[in-house]
């Protein structure tokens, strides 16, 4: 099993930025895509936003296009997802997976991602 590390989440004020990172542990990313998901209280995990291989290939969920960016540097075998213009309702738990293959269709269906780090709180408030 692939092993995947979230860092970087923390408590923000609306409309400030931060940076998440995931880091591979024990293999290299350069063969795997990547996705970011999220998860609030009581709610479904979602979609945020996926990476190819190559990094030449990105999708991003509706409610974060503008304001996300993810990034990947294979060299630093990281991930990552810059968010700003943060908002209220990004708060949640963000999670990175990984899967061999990518599809912008996977990107918004967590069921298809084979590999999850732990995930990193992120909290938006005043």
């Known amino acids: 099993q692939l092993q995947l590390v979230e860092t970087g989440g923390g408590l923000v004020q609306p409309g400030g930025s931060l940076r998440l990172s995931c880091a591979a542990s024990g293999f290299t990313l350069d063969y795997y895509a990547i996705g970011w998901f999220r998860q609030a209280p009581g709610k479904e995990r979602e979609g945020v936003s996926c990476?190819?291989?190559?990094?030449?290939?990105?999708d991003y969920a509706d409610s974060v296009k503008g304001r996300f960016t993810i990034s990947r540097d294979n060299a630093k075998n990281t991930v990552y997802l810059q968010m700003d213009s943060l908002k209220p309702e990004d708060t949640a738990v963000y999670y990175c997976?990984?899967?061999?293959?990518?599809?912008?269709?996977?990107?918004?269906?967590?069921?298809?991602?084979?590999?999850w780090g732990q995930g990193t709180q992120v909290t938006v408030s005043s």
């Open positions: 990476i190819s291989s190559s990094g030449g290939s990105t």
């Open positions: 997976a990984a899967r061999m293959y990518y599809s912008r269709s996977y990107c918004s269906q967590p069921n298809r991602w084979d590999d």
